[in-house]
């Protein structure tokens, strides 16, 4: 089992940004994931990173959120720009354990979860 730790959240102003990060256990050859989870909402995938697949977005964030991943330091990175109050969740990392080279944002497509870290927007 892949231990996530997530860093980096806080409470920002509408229209900034925040870097969160992801620092597993292991090595992370496989697909990783950003997802994100409001009270009362359902949760949302984000964003996912696979070394040989490359990038997937969900439409909502594209263009204002990038992930990427730093092999080296087993750590993944979520950047978010223009901030708005909607972003407003737990944003939790995951991380599939097959190498299969399928890169979702679908939750059950992931076997191990991080605890999150909370992100509040203010308008």
């Known amino acids: 089992q892949v231990r996530l730790v997530e860093s980096g959240g806080g409470s920002v102003q509408a229209g900034g940004s925040l870097r969160l990060s992801c620092t597993a256990s292991?090595?992370?050859?496989?697909?990783m994931g950003w997802f994100r989870q409001a009270p009362g909402k359902e949760r949302e995938g984000v964003a996912c990173?696979?070394?040989?697949?490359?990038?997937t977005y969900a439409d909502s964030v594209k263009g204002r959120f990038t992930i990427s991943k730093d092999n080296a330091k087993k750590t993944l990175y979520l950047q978010i720009n223009s901030l708005k109050p909607d972003d407003t969740a737990m944003y939790l990392c995951?991380?599939?354990?097959?190498?299969?080279?399928?890169?979702?944002?679908?939750?059950?497509?992931?076997?191990?979860w991080g605890q999150g870290t909370q992100v509040t927007i203010s308008s």
């Open positions: 995951a991380a599939r354990r097959s190498s299969d080279g399928i890169c979702t944002t679908f939750a059950h497509d992931y076997d191990d």
């Open positions: 990173a696979h070394r040989r697949i490359g990038t």
């Open positions: 292991d090595h992370t050859f496989r697909a």
